[in-house]
């Protein structure tokens, strides 16, 4: 059964977790407000934390402000895999962070809407997955289960069976041809490794490459035409390579003008992409970002 919306997220509750039916029920997260503190641990970047664990399902949104009338279109903030600029922010789902611009002001304020599963890591949080892990029983004839550990004493298990099934235990012998085809295995992609290596080494003084990344994000989700940013290249150099699935039209680097239906936008002063849409049918983008430190110039 769903959990009905609330405003902010709660800080006294663990995972959203039904022992039941074995799943986290979500909660929805209408308009959670934080202002901007440093985060030491984080090299003095500034930003804050949201009260639950969100789910990293695309439906998190932040925008600029402090009231569910901030929620519009124009003061959503872009969420991007690196340093935030401009409006951007990174989320880190798993430790429940935002990070904003360096050059937004503390104190600056943010109102997010995101689906929660609870509070995060907690002593009690490890407690229940130790639980979870522990509650077996060992059975000895499938009827009688044993309910302590069980020891050998540094003795051996004596006269064991080959494993069978996916839950049997298994004998030396079994772990022994096991070992010999792992060992085959590593030889032979070792060997391969070799050959390979001895054809890309000429090249590590050409490419230099330091990241790629593939992502496809539908702008319509945002609004049904606006502007904004796809990916950031700052410090580095970078190439785009993309494709409007809709639209069926793909290129590398900045593409259309102002008059065209979309339009590829390379910020080269911010090291930023952007991109501007006009309707939900040309809002899905694909791209993979090529970047790299150095030229070669032979």
Do not use: C
Not at 13 to 24: A, L, P, Q, S, V
Not at 31 to 39: A, D, I, L, P
Not at 227 to 253: D, F, P, V
Not at 262 to 271: L, P, T, W, Y
Request: hydrophobic share 35%.
């Amino acid at each position: 059964m769903a959990l009905p919306p609330i405003l902010s997220g709660r800080q006294d509750i663990n995972w959203r977790y039904d022992e039941i039916t074995g799943k986290f029920v979500f909660q929805e997260i209408l308009g959670e407000v934080h202002e901007v503190v440093e985060f030491p641990e984080l090299d003095g970047r500034r930003g804050f934390r949201l009260n639950e664990r969100p789910v990293d399902d695309g439906s998190i949104r932040v925008y600029k402000g402090n009231v569910l009338g901030d929620k519009i279109p124009a003061n959503l903030q872009s969420r991007v895999t690196s340093e935030p600029i401009g409006p951007q922010v990174n989320i880190t789902p798993s430790t429940m962070k935002v990070v904003v611009p360096s050059t937004v002001d503390l104190g600056s304020k943010y109102i997010s809407a995101y689906n929660g599963v609870g509070g995060g890591k907690t002593v009690e949080n490890d407690l229940y997955i130790q639980y979870v892990a522990l509650n077996s029983k060992l059975s000895r004839d499938g009827t009688l289960p044993m309910e302590g550990n069980l020891n050998f004493n540094s003795h051996k298990a004596i006269n064991v069976a080959p494993g069978t099934n996916s839950t049997d235990g298994i004998n030396l012998s079994q772990l022994a041809a096991l070992s010999n085809l792992l060992t085959n295995e590593v030889n032979t992609r070792t060997n391969a490794d070799s050959t390979i290596n001895s054809k890309l080494n000429p090249l590590l003084s050409l490419v230099k490459w330091t990241k790629f990344s593939l992502l496809e994000r539908d702008y319509a989700n945002d609004n049904e035409s606006g502007t904004l940013g796809m990916e950031s290249y700052a410090g580095q150099k970078g190439i785009l390579i993309w494709y409007n699935a809709r639209s069926r039209i793909g290129g590398i680097g900045a593409y259309g003008n102002s008059d065209s239906d979309f339009q590829v936008i390379d910020d080269q002063s911010a090291g930023q992409f952007n991109f501007r849409w006009t309707s939900p049918g040309n809002a899905l983008m694909r791209w993979i970002l090529i970047q790299w430190i150095t030229d070669y110039i032979p």
